[in-house]
């Protein structure tokens, strides 16, 4: 297969000017004001506040005191298309991903029927064409059915465009099967991701096993069901010399492992999700529903390592996991709900409010980390320079906002930080060279060159 695709509808290029915004890219050493005029969909110019003109028909945006960044990329989402378009579909996750900041998802395969044909997965390209606010990558299931049993025609399902392999939802609990999944994947190209759980370990757990589960009375899961998984995993790829992704890693043990593997040179990078950054399983003393996802919310001494080790780039990427569900679905017994938050509109707030402005993390190591997920499935990582297509937000890092007040773009609303007040608040998203974002506050300006004054 000669390129990685992702996959959009074809909108207008944008023409813009923005003037004054404080532009940050680590990756291209920008930290200071500038003017960048987006001509065709391509970053055409930088260069000192007021110091750019725009055309006739020329959008410009007066973004004095706000901040524009290269646009996130998450490896890790549910779009729910094939099956559960109840809860989310293409067209609904994708505009999610936009008004959060992103400029391109890679979604999973445990959709119904699963992801585990060519056929199947021609559908979803098809659909993404017509319906992706912004571009969208598809990963294939290892297995057929995610049964941990039958490899999938991995080969094929790279021709057809999936971007790697994972039974996400599921671990591959066979060592034997994986292994031929590794020397397949060495073959056929493209990434294979783990969701690693020992579900002899993990049973019918619904939260994480520690003093809180035990004085909630309720069953828990151990750090000790993933960790394992990721150290005899992360010891297959180095025998078998193959590409591994570890997927929302969530504990101290874990890092551990990982950091090891990189040490002996594995060739594995790994995730990190907002709500495991952020929160602990403290938060399920309120037994709401929100808060139960797999792997769980664990302990504050889990949480710190996590943050440490995204600081020190032995995890590489922030992904959100977003996995949303129908009302009637969460509205249950905690016991009884199903895993998984949505986590596409406050991924950027909510590491910026809890770990940024608490000085546990710095600004620009988040924008690295929110767009590096490009880098681990061999995408264009975005960059604000000139001869780019335009992959960008806008943020106003002063706005502050209380996360789902004025509903969700998602069609789903479980999300862990609901009713939080978070700051930091996406003004502008613009994927592939298109606007596919705009707050409800900043209207389009004619196309005549008049200004558009963000407020």
Known sequence: MSALPLFHRADRPADLLIQGAYVLDPRAGLDEPHDVLIRGGHIAELGPPGSLQAGADTEIVEAVGKHLFPGF????????TPGQEYKEDIETGTAAAAAGGFCAVIAMPNTDPVVDEAAILGSLTDTARRQARVPVGFLASITRGLKGQELTEMAELRDA????????????VSAGVLRKALQYQRLCGGVIALHEEDPELSRDGAMHEGAVSARLGIAGIPSLSESTMVARDAALAVYEGAR????????????????????????VSAEVCPHHLTLTDDMVRTLDSRFKMNPPLRAESDRRALVDALAGAVIDCVATDHAPHAGHEKEVPFEEAPMGTIGLETAFASLYTELVLTGELELDTVIHRMTNGA?????????????????????????????GAGGYVS?????????????????????TGTVAHRARTLAEAPPSGDHLTIR
């Open 73 to 80: 990329v998450d490896p890790h989402v549910h779009l729910r």
């Open 161 to 172: 465009g999936a971007l790697g392999f994972t039974d996400d939802g599921r671990p591959v």
């Open 244 to 267: 591994v992704h570890f997927q929302h890693l969530s504990c101290v043990e874990s890092i551990e492992a990982l950091a090891h593997a990189k040490q002996a040179g594995a060739n």
């Open 375 to 403: 880098a681990l499935y061999g995408l264009p990582i975005p960059r604000v320079a000139p001869g780019r297509l335009a992959n960008l937000c806008l943020v106003d890092l002063e706005a502050r906002f209380e996360v």
């Open 411 to 431: 069609r789903s609303a479980n999300c862990c930080f609901h009713g939080r007040m978070l700051q930091g608040s996406v003004l502008m998203t613009v994927a």
